[in-house]
């Protein structure tokens, strides 16, 4: 990435900040739907966030990292929209071919899994999704949200305790 | 059930989701953008300049006119 066009950007030079959308629309994109598991939800906040870079131009650095500011708007809208919409009915995104959901695994088992997934606080079900589902590594996830990796360990550790007592209180014990 | 197997069965259960957008999002993004901008129709061009005609001929009337704004 040139320098000369993150400067560009922000004196509001459009041609700039669409070419900056091109290149980061499916790594902004990728980390939100990582998130919040939606993939309407994830197009709407990723055109957020966008737009959020775009008013704060004035204020951008070009000196700093342009994916890693995305990121971290990116990951407070996020947060803002599981806070906003807990324990949505159903999480729409396709899985992709290569990683389906496990069919040992009981329909009701994976429902309850699921839905107590849902109900998890939003901070928690973020950093869980982002570790234990996507497999992002604690480094990324703490630099994405902008807490320590200490903070990230601790939040998946909550996670699963809780995911744990409510599984439990369903009577699932596999 | 301990944590780790607890972790395995959420990977289990969860399957990753598609990370790659299905669309061009730039189309949408244009739109806000443009949705911001301010758009003044030739009504509003037309109040502006007989306002500032109207101030030009009577320039005694720019100070009442500014206290009624």
């Known amino acids: ?174 | 059930m301990n944590d780790d197997r607890m972790k395995e069965l959420l990977r289990r259960a969860i399957a990753p989701v598609d990370v790659e957008p299905k669309r061009d999002l730039w189309y949408d993004m244009r739109r806000r953008i443009d949705e911001r901008t301010l758009r003044l129709t030739w009504l509003d061009w037309a109040l502006l300049v007989a306002t500032l005609t109207f101030c030009a001929a009577f320039p005694e009337s720019i100070l009442p006119l500014l206290y009624h704004l």
Do not use: C
């Open chain 1, 1 to 174: 990435m040139t320098d000369a066009r993150l400067e560009r950007f922000a004196d509001g030079d459009l041609a700039a900040f669409e070419s900056l959308f091109r290149e980061f629309q499916g790594e902004v994109y990728g980390w939100i739907v990582r998130m919040v598991r939606d993939r309407g939800a994830a197009e709407e906040l990723t055109v957020e966030t966008f737009l959020r870079i775009y008013n704060a131009r004035a204020r951008f650095d070009a000196g700093r990292s342009f994916p890693a500011w995305a990121r971290r708007i990116a990951s407070n809208l996020a947060l803002s929209y599981l806070k906003s919409h807990p324990a949505r009915p159903e999480t729409p995104v396709e899985p992709p071919g290569e990683a389906p959901e496990d069919p040992a695994i009981r329909r009701e088992t994976r429902e309850s899994i699921a839905t107590a997934f849902r109900a998890l606080p939003a901070k928690l079900q973020a950093v869980a999704s982002l570790a234990l589902i996507e497999q992002q590594s604690y480094d990324d996830i703490a630099d994405g949200l902008g807490i320590s990796v200490g903070a990230v360990k601790s939040r998946v550790f909550r996670a699963v305790r809780i995911l744990r007592t409510k599984l439990k209180r369903m009577g699932i014990q596999p």
